[in-house]
Structures are given as C-alpha cells and as structure tokens.
C-alpha cells in the first residue's frame, strides 16, 4: 500500500513539473515555429450558440496535453522498468531440481535394463 501511495503522490508532482515545461517552455516554442502567439491558445470557430458566443476547438490545449500525457507515460516506463532490473538482479538463483526418490532412480534403472 505505500508503494502505491509514494507512486501516485510521486506521479503527480511529475505531472506537475511535466505541465509546466509543456505550458512555460515547449508549447511557446512550438508557438515560435507555428509564428502563433501561444500555441496552446490555437483554436478554430464553428460558429455560434444560440445566444451568439464563439463556438471553439481547443485544438492546442489537446495537443499540449497529448505531449503532457507522453512524458509523464515515458518517464513512469523509464521508472518501472529501473525498478524491475533492481528487482530481478536481487532475486536469488533458483534452486537446484530436487535428486529423485529412490524409487524413482530404481525405476529409472529398470526402464534401462529393459531397453538393453
């Protein structure tokens, strides 16, 4: 159960510092490349409701967060598969296969005896 928790107080706070590189750093250079303001303001009009307000697509604050979503999942891959190379390189060898019963080796003899 701590693991767990130490586990998803540690993703947040990933999530946390993943957003802000995102947001404060990535998306304003992407801006750069696009030659837009603030990338993660990039939307497109439908229209209008009923009352006239601007319908929008957010279609920048959905890439910002497909990227968001893709460190966060690389960097937790990164992190299990650390923790499953410590895990695995503690683990003892296995046992030696247990010697047969005696009656088994006496089975053995005879099946032997017979092909000759």
Not at 6 to 16: D, K, L, W
């Given at each position: 159960?701590?693991?767990?928790?130490?586990?998803?107080?540690?993703?947040?706070?990933?999530?946390?510092?993943t957003k802000s590189f995102i947001e404060g750093i990535f998306m304003p250079l992407v801006g750069l490349i696009f030659q837009t303001d603030d990338f993660n303001n990039l939307k497109f009009a439908l229209g209008t409701t009923k009352d006239g307000n601007p319908n929008y697509i957010l279609i920048g604050q959905f890439i910002g967060s497909i990227i968001n979503f893709l460190i966060v999942a690389f960097a937790m891959f990164v992190v299990i598969k650390g923790m499953n190379r410590l895990k695995r390189k503690k683990e003892q060898a296995p046992p030696p296969p247990a010697e047969p019963s005696n009656e088994e080796k006496l089975l053995t003899e005879i099946r032997d005896l017979l092909k000759k």
């Open positions: 159960m701590i693991d767990l928790a130490v586990g998803v107080v540690i993703g947040a706070a990933f999530a946390t510092i």
